[in-house]
C-alpha cells in the first residue's frame, strides 16, 4: 500500500526516494504525468480568468453598463430564470425520479425516450422549438387555432411570454439530466430501509418524507447548488430562442455579456456583465468545492 | 423499485395513471423532435404551414442537404467533416490529458495531488460562458483567431477538469494491490500506466470519450465566436446563420439539424449500452 507522500518515512516505495531531494521519484514521474493538464489550465483556464479580472478592473466600465436600462432588465431576467428555471427543473426532477426508480420494461424504454432532449444537441433542437412557437406561423399556435379558435400568444415577441418560453426551452433541455441524477441516487438507497419503513406501516408518503428524501436530500441540494452555476451560463437556451429580443429585454446576464462585447465591440462592459454574476458565483463555487470534497 | 406499490401487483387504476403519465413524459420529450422531423418531411415552402404531421412528406429536402444545392449549405460536406475532425481531435486531447493526470493524482499520489484536483474541479463548475470574452481575447493574443484548433483548445480546456474528476472517483476502486505487485515487479509509472491503469479503465475511458465527443461536436457558441471563415465553421454554426432572417428555408435548416443529431444520439445510446449511467457516474456526488 502506498501512503500520501507526506508519511515518506513509512512507505513501502521509500526506498525509491532519496533523502533531501525536493521531490521523490514517484512524485518527479507525477509532475511529468500532470503537465499536458496543467499547460492546458494555465493557458486556458488561469491565464483568461486573470484577463477577465483585468478587464473588469477598467471602473470606466461601471458606470457604463449600471446606467444602461437594459442591463437592471437583465438582471431582473437572471433572477426570474434562475428562481424559476433552476426551481421548476428540480422540483420536476424530483417528482419525476419516482416514476423513472418504478421497475419495468415499460419505464425503461419511456426513459430512454425521455433522455433524447438531453443527448440532442441544442442548436436542431432549440431552433426547431424557435419554429414551433412562432406565432403566425407555428405549430402550436396552429394547434391552439384549431383546438380553441383563438390566436395563441406571442410566444417569442412578447418579453413575459418570452421568459417563459426561455424557462420552459431550458427545463425541457437539463430535466432529463438532473432526474437520471435523483434516480441514480434513489437507486442506491438500501432496500431494507424501506422494508423496515413498511413493516412499521409507512404509507408511500410517509416512506418518501423519512426514508427517500433524508438519503438524497445532499444529492438534491448539490445538484439544485450545481445546476443554478450551469443555468447562469446557459447562453443557448436565450440567445437560439429569442436572441435575448424583442428589444433586448429577455437577456441574462450570459448573453447580454456577449452582446456588449461582440455586437458593441465593448469588451470591459461585457466582462464587468458577466462578472456581476461573482456575488452568486463564488459562493457557490466555495460551498459546492466544500461539499464535494468532504465526499471523498 | 423503492415504492410499496412495486411489492404488492399494482392496481388497474394505477396502472392507467402512469400510462398516462408516461405518454405525457414521452410527448413532451418528443415532440420538438418530432417537429423537426416533420418539418424535414415537408417542401421547403410549405414550412410556414405549421402542419402536425407532414402532408405532402417528400425526401427532397434530404438530397438538397447531401449535394449541398443551397446557398445556405453549399459547404454541408466540408463543415460536417470540421465538426468530425475538430471532435476527434479534442476527444484525444482530453483522454491523454486526463488519464495522465489522474493517473498521476490517484495512483502516485504526490503531495501536490490534492492541489490539482481541486483546481480541476473549480475549472469544472466555472460555466464556460463566463470566460468566452477573455477566452477569445486570449486565443488573439496566442494568434489562433479563426483557426479551428483554437476551438479544440477550447473543448480540451472545458472537458478535460470533468474528466479528470470523473476517473479519479473510479480510479480509487482499483486495488493499490496492483501497483504494488507491478512496482515489485520493476515496473515504472510509465508501465504502471500503459499496462495497468489505461487497461482497467476502459469503460469510464469510454464514458469520458463520449461526453468529450458530445460537448465538442454540440458547442455552437465558442465555435461561432472563435471560427470566421465558412470552410471552417462547424455544423452549429452553419445552423445557426439560418436565424438570420426567417425567409431562410428553414425546412432544410431541419433537414440538416437531423443529419447532424443523428452521430450524437447513436453514440449515446451505444455508450449507455457499454456502461449503464457510467456518463452521469461521478459527476454529482454529495
Redesign the interface.
Known sequence: ??T???NNALA??ADLRRRGQL??F??A???F??????L??V???A???A??LY?GSDLSAYPRVLTDPIYLLTLQNTFVFIVFGVGLKMLLALA?S??F???GR??RV?S??????W??????????????LNS????I???IFKLFHVDGPAWLTQPSYGMLSIITVHI?KYL??WT??IV?A??G?P?DL?EAA?IDGA??SQ?FRH??FPAIA??F???TM?SA??S?????SI??LT?GGPMERTNTL?TM??RY??RKAD?EA??VT?MS?LPV?VP??IV??R?????? | ???????LPRRLHETVL?GV??LV??V??????Y??VV?SLTPPRE??????WPVNPTLANYVTVLTQADYYLAQFWQQLGNSALIAVAATAMVL???L??S???SR??????SL?S??????Y??????????????MGT?GLLGNQLSLV??V??FA?PYA?WVLQQNA?TLP??L??AA?IDGA???QM?TLIYVPLMLPTIVAVGAFAL?LS??E??YAF?LLSDESRFT??VM??Q??ADDAAP?PL??T???I??LP??AL??VA?QFQS?GM??G????
Not at chain 1, 123 to 130: A, D, K, N, T, Y
Not at chain 2, 1 to 7: I, L
Not at chain 2, 283 to 286: I, P, Q
Open positions: 500500500m502506498t500520501p507522500a507526506t513501502p516505495s521531490l521523490s514517484e512524485e514521474w507525477a509532475l504525468f500532470i503537465l499536458p493538464f496543467a492546458v489550465f493557458l486556458f483556464i491565464y483568461p480568468i484577463y477577465a478587464l419525476l419516482s416514476f426508480v418504478l421497475p415499460g419505464v419511456i430512454a425516450l425521455f433522455l433524447l432532449p443527448v440532442a444537441p441544442h442548436i436542431p433542437s432549440i431552433l426547431s422549438i424557435r419554429w414551433m403566425d406561423w407555428g405549430m399556435n396552429t394547434l425541457w432529463p439530466f437520471m441524477i441514480a434513489r437507486l438507497i432496500k424501506y413498511k404509507s408511500p416512506q426514508v427517500t445532499g444529492v441540494l448539490t445538484s450545481l452555476i450551469w447562469l451560463g446557459d447562453f443557448n440567445y437560439l436572441g450570459a455579456g456577449i462585447a461582440f469588451f461585457g466582462v458577466m454574476a458565483l457557490l463555487i459546492l468545492l461539499r464535494l470534497r468532504e465526499q471523498r | 423499485m423503492n415504492d410499496a406499490s412495486t411489492a402512469l403519465l408516461g413524459i414521452v413532451w420529450s418528443l415532440l420538438p423532435i417537429h423537426m418539418l414550412g410556414f404551414a405549421g402542419h402536425l491523454l490529458c486526463s495522465m493526470a493517473f498521476a493524482i502516485l499520489r504526490p503531495r501536490f495531488g490539482v481541486y483546481l480541476a474541479l473549480v475549472a463548475f466555472v460555466p464556460a460562458t463566463f470566460l468566452a470574452i477573455p477566452f477569445y481575447q486570449v496566442y483548445l477550447c480540451v480546456a478535460t479528470i480509487h493499490d494491490e501497483d504494488d512496482r515504472g509509472p510509465l500506466f458530445m461536436w454540440n455552437y457558441l465566436l455544423i452549429p445552423l445557426g439560418f436565424m428553414w435548416l431541419m440538416s439539424g437531423v447532424y443529431m450524437p444520439t449515446y445510446y449507455r449511467s452521469m457516474s459527476s454529482v456526488k454529495g
